[in-house]
């Protein structure tokens, strides 16, 4: 067994983790998905302050999102983890993927987003990535590296593309698939983000892909007034659902569990994406978790 170029061989799996992939090996056959609300009341005084600094690129929602959702991988290291040809391996960075519609029209095209995460970032650095992400994403014309190879295959007459396209989909089956034809492609990242509230959509489910090597996928609704259950009693207070669907190969119900409460408290208290992602929780944290 051998380490890939993203990511190290886990040699001392235990034996669950072992057996599984060869009992389940496609990840589409093992996705669990789960949906929680998110009080926003917080976060939504937080993001006036914020945007203050910067009011030529305010600071939103899905860049916080984004921040929780790194943090969160970054402190819980199994999140990291992901299956590919029945063997399980450890991702060497934690980051995150979007699609960005150049523009609101039914003909407008669409890109990627892909951010590389450091372990010393914050809220600033993911407000300042994505910031200079969309100046160049969003400039006519703009095509990603992903979108640039596929639209070469796509150009080519289909008796030479599909034979290329069905042995590159085997050299990525098999781990084999140069590093340059994958660098810009969302489902080689750690998590995947959808902002279907951008558009007007409620949050809902989106499977994983067989292809490539993301387990966790987050689809985030319209923010707006819920219903929030609390002593009893209904109140409608600012919020968001967030669907989440993961690999459930790579850890348990309970290790699942408490890193989407971790997300769900760094969103309702929007100071710890100020800290650096790499920085553990205080016991005092760890506390409110349980």
């Known amino acids: 067994m051998s380490d890939r170029f993203d990511a190290d061989y886990i040699k001392d799996a235990d034996s669950m983790h072992f057996i599984m992939p060869y009992m389940y090996p496609d990840r589409c056959d093992n996705q669990a998905f789960f949906t929680f609300r998110i009080d926003l009341t917080r976060l939504n005084e937080y993001l006036k302050k914020k945007c203050q600094s910067d009011p030529e690129y305010k600071y939103n929602l899905f860049q916080c999102i984004v921040t929780a959702a790194l943090k969160t991988i970054t402190l819980r290291s199994r999140l990291s983890d992901f299956i590919h040809d029945r063997k399980m391996y450890h991702r060497r960075e934690v980051s995150a993927a979007f699609t960005v519609k150049q523009e609101f029209t ?27 992400q969309l100046k160049k994403l969003k400039q006519k014309g703009y095509a990603d590296e992903s979108t640039s190879v596929m639209d070469r295959f796509n150009r080519l007459p289909k008796w030479i593309s599909g034979p290329i396209v069905s042995f590159i989909c085997h050299l990525e089956k098999k781990g084999r698939i140069p590093k340059a034809l994958v660098e810009t492609d969302p489902y080689h990242s750690s998590v995947v983000l959808a902002n279907l509230g951008s558009i007007g959509l409620s949050s809902g489910y989106h499977h994983l892909t067989n292809w490539g090597t993301t387990s966790l996928f987050i689809v985030i609704g319209t923010a707006g007034k819920l219903p929030f259950f609390e002593n009893e009693e209904v109140t409608f207070r600012d919020g968001v659902e ?24 760094m969103l309702e208290e929007p100071e710890l994406l100020e800290r650096p992602m790499n920085e553990k929780m205080s016991d005092e944290l760890w506390a409110k978790l349980k």
């Not at 039914?106 to 200079?132: C, M, Q, S, Y």
């Open 106 to 132: 039914d003909e407008g095209g669409e890109v990627l987003a892909f951010i590389h995460a450091k372990p010393e970032w914050t809220v600033d650095d993911v407000h300042n990535e994505i910031k200079r």
């Open 242 to 265: 967030i669907g989440i669907t993961v690999d459930e190969r790579i850890a348990d119900g309970f290790y699942f569990a408490k890193s989407m409460k971790m997300l769900k408290l």
